[in-house]
């Protein structure tokens, strides 16, 4: 169980890392920043699901209850919005212009509950290695 823990964490830095990267381009605009934005954002969303799949299945195999502490629940939430959040954005591109506002609002919601459900990540991950 303790590797899919460490695969977990190491796959949610990734995420946080690249999430938060995307949101930064986004908001710095320089050249080429749409295509990075995209790139940086779909790969953090891609580390989320591997990770939130990997975490899942370690606590399956070992029976552990799924969804029962805070940092979980924050966790499933950060998920959905991080499906929701690049969903407005391709539609954004297929000319759904009056997304965009959504998508901007979506982005930081969705860049504040990557960070909130990190801290409680990190604090989750102290109170268990005290034992």
């Known amino acids: 169980m303790q590797?899919?823990?460490l695969m977990h964490i190491a796959l949610?830095?990734?995420?946080?890392?690249?999430v938060i990267?995307?949101?930064?381009?986004?908001?710095?605009?320089?050249?080429?920043?749409?295509?990075?934005?995209?790139?940086?954002?779909?790969t953090g969303v891609a580390a989320?699901?591997?990770?939130?799949a990997i975490i899942f299945i370690g606590k399956s195999g070992a029976q552990f209850p799924h969804f029962h502490s805070p940092h979980a629940i924050a966790g499933a939430v950060a998920l959905a919005l991080l499906i929701i959040t690049p969903t407005t954005?391709?539609?954004?591109?297929?000319?759904?212009?009056?997304?965009?506002?959504?998508h901007r609002v979506l982005g930081r919601?969705?860049?504040i509950a990557v960070l909130?459900?990190?801290l409680m990540?990190?604090?989750?991950?102290?109170?268990?290695s005290k034992g």
């Open 48 to 52: 989320s699901l591997v990770s939130f």
């Open 116 to 118: 909130f459900t990190a």
């Open 12 to 18: 949610m830095i990734v995420a946080l890392t690249f």
């Open 21 to 42: 990267t995307a949101v930064l381009i986004a908001r710095k605009r320089k050249k080429n920043w749409l295509k990075r934005h995209k790139t940086f954002a779909l």
């Open 121 to 128: 990540g990190l604090l989750r991950f102290l109170q268990l």
């Open 89 to 102: 954005g391709v539609l954004i591109s297929f000319k759904f212009q009056t997304l965009r506002p959504l």
């Open 109 to 111: 919601i969705t860049s």
């Open 3 to 5: 590797t899919f823990f």
